[in-house]
C-alpha cells in the first residue's frame, strides 16, 4: 500500500554541537536520506571565504556594511557573532519551505538556536549532539588538522562554552557510534513530522472519513 502523506507544514530543525562532535557528518547524511523534503538553510556570513567552499553553497559570503543593512531591513530570523564574524539566517527562503510543507535544516550555534525558538516557536525542534567524552572531543580536535596547541586549547574552551547550554535544546543525542547517532536523529524528525499541529491536512482529511 503506497504511504499516504497528509499535506504539513514544514518544520525548522536545528542541529547544534560543540565542533568535534560530528554535527557536518550527521547533517550531510541526514541531506541525503532525506531528498528533497529537508533542504540547508544556508545563512549569511562576514568570515572569509575558505578554501573549498562555494558561495552560495556553504554561506552566502558578505561584507559588514552589506551585513548591518540586512540586519536593519529584518532580512533575518536571527543573527549573532560567533569568533569574531557575524553569522545570520535569512528569513525569505525559510519561511517559503515551512508553507510549502518542506523541512529546513540549520546548523547554528546555541545562540540562533535561543533566537530562532523564541521567534519561530513550534516550528522549532532543536537537537544537540555530545561527544562521548572530553577526551574523545580533544582527539576528534587533535586529528583534524595541523593546527598548534594554542588553536586546540582555544577550540577546547569554546567547545566547553557550548556545551553549556545543552539544557535549551528540545532533544540531546550523545554521538558515540555515528549511524547510532544518525538513527536517533531520523527517527526525531520522522516522530516530530506527525505532530497533528504540523499536519495542516487533518481535518480535511478526517472530515473525509467521519463525514
Ligand atoms: P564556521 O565559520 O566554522 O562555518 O561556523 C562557526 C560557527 O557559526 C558554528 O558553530 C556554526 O554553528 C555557527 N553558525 C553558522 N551559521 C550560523 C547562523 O546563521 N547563525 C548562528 N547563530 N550561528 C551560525
Redesign the pocket.
Known sequence: MADLELPRRGLMFIL?SP?GAGKTTIARRLLTAEGDALAMSV???T?PIRPGEVDGRD?HFTDQPRFRQMVAEDAFL???E??G?L???PRAAVMQELAQGRDSLF???W??AQ?LSQSSGTDVVSVFLLPPSIGELEHRLRTRGTDSEHVIRGRMDRARAEMSHWGEYDYVVVNDDVDACFAKVRTILAAERLKRARQTGLIAFTRGLVG
Do not use: I, K, L, M
Request: hydrophobic content about 30%.
Open positions: 547544534s565542533s545563512s549569511v556570513t568570515r554561506y536571527e543573527w549573532a560567533v569568533f564574524n553569522y545570520a539566517t546548523d547554528v550555534d545562540q540562533g533566537q
